[in-house]
Structures are given as C-alpha cells and as structure tokens.
C-alpha cells in the first residue's frame, strides 16, 4: 500500500515520501497543488529503485543527471544504474 506524501518536497528540490497516485479522466497523473509551483517549468518522471518512480523539477534531474555522466564507462555498475535511470 502506498502511504500518502508525508514530507513533500526536500532542499534538494526532490519529492520525500511516498503519495496515492490518482489520475485525471485523460489517465493524467493529479499532483498535490502546493508541488505545482515548483513544477510548473516542467517534470522528469525517471524509473526509480525498488519499483519507485522518481519524479524531479528539470533543474534538478539535470543536475543529477550531469553528475551520472560522470560515471565511468567501463564501470558495468554504472553503466546499470544509468540505463536503469535514464530508460
């Protein structure tokens, strides 16, 4: 069961916790409103760890998202973790 969003959005700009998803009858994900300002410049929604879905503000995945670049290639962990994030 999925608890409903306990600590909202962290200093890092990432959402902490868990939320009961609910959809809009167009099948469109309802985020909680007091997210809306933050996201209103756009969402990466990225496969998580352990079935999660990692959603984060665009400034935010691409400051993640430059720092797994960093990764070594020919490290096969890393190259896991990135498709695994990026897919």
């Known amino acids: 069961m999925v608890s409903e969003l306990t600590h909202g959005l962290g200093p890092t700009g990432v959402?902490?916790?868990?939320?009961t998803p609910r959809l809009d009858d167009k099948g469109r994900?309802?985020?909680?409103?007091?997210?809306?300002?933050?996201l209103a410049s756009g969402?990466?929604?990225?496969?998580?760890?352990?079935?999660?879905?990692f959603l984060f503000p665009?400034?935010?995945f691409m400051q993640?998202?430059?720092?797994?670049?960093?990764?070594p290639l020919e490290n096969k962990q890393?190259?896991?973790?990135l498709r695994n994030f990026l897919g």
Do not use: N
């Open 15 to 19: 959402f902490l916790g868990t939320f």
């Open 29 to 38: 994900l309802i985020l909680p409103s007091k997210f809306r300002g933050r």
């Open 43 to 53: 969402l990466v929604a990225t496969r998580g760890l352990d079935r999660c879905v």
């Open 58 to 60: 665009v400034d935010e």
């Open 64 to 71: 993640v998202h430059d720092r797994l670049r960093k990764a």
């Open 78 to 81: 890393a190259r896991d973790y």
